[in-house]
């Protein structure tokens, strides 16, 4: 039996991460290696996903994001399909829309920035999105596995802007992964940092001999 794009999953249809308490959203969330080519996604729920992006935070309020979306059928989508890498080329198309994204780098074709923080931003668009989709019973699976300058070449974006990745949206097929490995909070907050940056005063001082 499918799940319209409405209802809510079930509890315990995807793995909770160790230790609970994670939101459901965030605990099932998963990038699908298939997606069920029966599984549109339609106008309201398209429209939603980008409005969740929409409302995303981003540094002075700059909204250095943009999307173009093609679904199966329509006459856009095969100009995204056509550039796709042999890889994704295997389960992307069957996605119930394609999403290219793309961020405002710089003020037209001057060369001065935009904003310093577009990626950054962006990513906080494309995340809004994928819990959206979570949201609305899809899923969504983020690659860059497709032919960058061929792709740009095709949609010419503004100046000023550069495409950055793709998102494909739609129900996944088959069954969530059983588990899957993400480094511990711990490993975190240790592993950008020296030593001597994560001591604190005190731990310092008991390891280094006192100077007279």
């Known amino acids: 039996m499918r799940r319209d794009q409405g209802e809510p999953r079930l509890p315990g249809s995807r793995p909770e991460p160790s230790g609970g308490g994670l939101h459901p959203l965030l605990a099932g969330r998963h990038s699908p290696a298939r997606f069920d080519p029966a599984g549109a996604v339609d106008d309201r729920a ?30 856009d989508h095969e100009r995204l399909v056509r550039h796709l890498a042999p890889s994704s080329a295997r389960w992307a198309p069957d996605a119930g829309v394609l999403l290219v994204t793309a961020t405002r780098r710089h ?62 949206v739609g129900r996944a097929a088959g069954a969530p992964p059983e588990h899957r490995d993400r480094r511990s909070v ?14 604190t005063p005190r731990e310092a001082s008991r390891e280094t001999p006192s100077r007279r």
């Open 46 to 75: 398209l429209a939603l996903l980008l409005e969740a992006a929409r409302w995303a935070p981003s540094a002075g309020n700059s909204q250095p994001w943009g999307f173009f979306a093609a679904r199966p059928g329509e006459p």
């Open 107 to 168: 003020v037209d074709d001057s060369g001065l920035l935009y904003s310093e923080f577009s990626d950054h931003d962006l990513g906080q668009a494309v995340a809004h999105l994928t819990l959206q989709a979570e949201a609305l019973g899809l899923a969504s699976h983020q690659f860059r596995a497709f032919d960058l300058d061929g792709l740009t070449k095709e949609l010419e974006p503004e100046p000023g802007w550069e495409i950055v990745s793709m998102i494909a």
């Open 186 to 199: 711990a490993d975190l907050l240790a592993a950008p940092w020296s030593r001597a940056a994560r001591e």
